[in-house]
C-alpha cells in the first residue's frame, strides 16, 4: 500500500493524530510550533496555537472535551470545539529544564499514560508517568529516553510501548489494579515512533526516518507495510469509518525541496481492518 497526501505540508513536527466523531475532523499537533490542528471535511486546515511546545492530544469522557499534554503542563477542554477555554489540571515532569512531554495513550479504565524526554535525547532521563482522573501522578515507567507510542490490546489485558532508541516494542501486562507490569520485548523494530492498535490486535507502527508505516500481527510477524512518501513518519490513527488511516509526518531538519511531502498530513483510505477505538480520559 502507499499512502496519499491529504494536506499542504503544514507542520513542522505533526504528531499524535486523533479522531472522534464529535470533532468536525481529524486533529493532530505541531509540536515543535505549539499547534492543534483540525482537518474539516472541505479540506481546509483549521490551527490554534498555544504558549508551548504540545505532545499528545487525547478525547476526553463525559459527553464531550479533549486533553492536550503541552511541554509542562496537562489542559482539559470541556466542549469538542477546537477553540474551547482550556484549564489546566496537572502540572508535569517538575518543569524540569529541558524535560519535555512527548508520546502517550489511554488505558481502558480511562486513565493516562504520558511519556516524557530530554529535549537533547540524552539517555534514560524520561519516563512514562501514570495519571488518572484526579490527576495525581505516578511513575508508570522509569529510565526511558524517547517515550512513544502506547496503545492497549482489543481485550485490554496487555500494552504495547515504543522507547523509539531501543529498536523494539515491548508488552507489559495491564489491570486496573496493577497497571502495567511484566515488561519484555515484544518484536524488534528500527526506530518505532507512534503506534495504533486494530479490532483483530494487529499494531500498526510509524518508522521514523524510513518513510514506512507497518502493521504487526498479534504473533508478532510482519504483515503489512505501507509506503509514506516522507521519510520521517511520525504517528498513525484511524479516524473516520474505522478503516481510514492518518499518518503524521515532520519537516524538522529537511531541506522542503528534497522532500516536498514532509510535514503534510497523509492516509490510507482502507487499511485493510478496522482500528480499535482509542480510549478515553476518565476525567
Not at 524540569?96 to 535525547?121: F, H, Q, W
Request: aromatic share 8%; charged share 25%; net charge negative.
Amino acid at each position: 500500500m502507499r499512502a496519499e497526501q491529504l494536506t499542504d505540508v503544514v507542520t513542522v513536527h505533526g504528531e499524535g493524530p486523533a479522531w472522534s466523531p464529535r470533532w468536525a475532523g481529524v486533529r493532530w499537533v505541531d509540536m515543535l510550533d505549539g499547534s492543534l490542528l483540525e482537518l474539516t471535511d472541505d479540506g481546509q486546515v483549521h490551527r490554534r496555537r498555544f504558549d508551548s511546545d504540545v505532545a499528545a492530544l487525547h478525547r476526553a469522557r463525559g459527553g464531550s472535551g479533549w486533553l492536550l499534554a503541552t511541554r509542562h503542563h496537562l489542559l482539559l477542554a470541556d466542549s469538542d470545539e477546537l477553540h474551547a477555554p482550556v484549564r489546566q489540571v496537572a502540572r508535569l515532569w517538575g518543569e524540569r529544564a529541558g524535560v519535555r512531554s512527548n508520546e502517550g495513550g489511554c488505558a481502558p479504565d480511562g486513565t493516562l499514560y504520558l511519556g516524557s524526554m530530554a529535549d537533547d535525547a540524552t539517555p534514560r532521563m524520561g519516563q512514562v508517568v501514570r495519571i488518572p482522573p484526579d490527576a495525581t501522578i505516578t511513575e508508570a515507567i522509569a529510565s526511558t529516553t524517547i517515550s512513544n507510542g502506547i496503545v492497549w490490546s482489543p481485550d485490554g489485558a496487555r500494552a504495547y510501548f515504543a522507547d523509539t532508541v531501543l529498536d523494539r516494542l515491548d508488552l507489559f501486562d495491564w489491570s486496573p489494579s496493577d497497571g502495567l507490569h511484566a515488561r519484555r520485548p515484544w518484536v524488534q523494530v528500527e526506530s518505532p515512533d507512534g503506534i495504533a492498535a486494530d479490532a483483530e490486535g494487529g499494531i500498526w507502527v510509524a518508522r521514523f526516518g524510513h518513510g514506512l508505516v507497518e502493521r504487526y500481527a498479534p504473533d508478532g510477524s510482519l504483515s503489512e507495510v505501507i509506503e509514506v512518501p516522507a521519510r520521517q513518519v511520525t504517528a498513525v490513527a484511524f479516524a473516520g469509518d474505522g478503516r481510514r488511516l492518518v499518518i503524521t509526518t515532520s519537516r524538522y531538519g529537511i531541506e522542503t525541496s528534497a522532500e516536498p511531502g514532509a510535514g503534510a498530513l497523509f492516509a490510507v483510505a482502507d487499511a485493510g481492518v478496522e482500528g480499535l477505538p482509542l480510549h478515553e480520559f476518565a476525567g
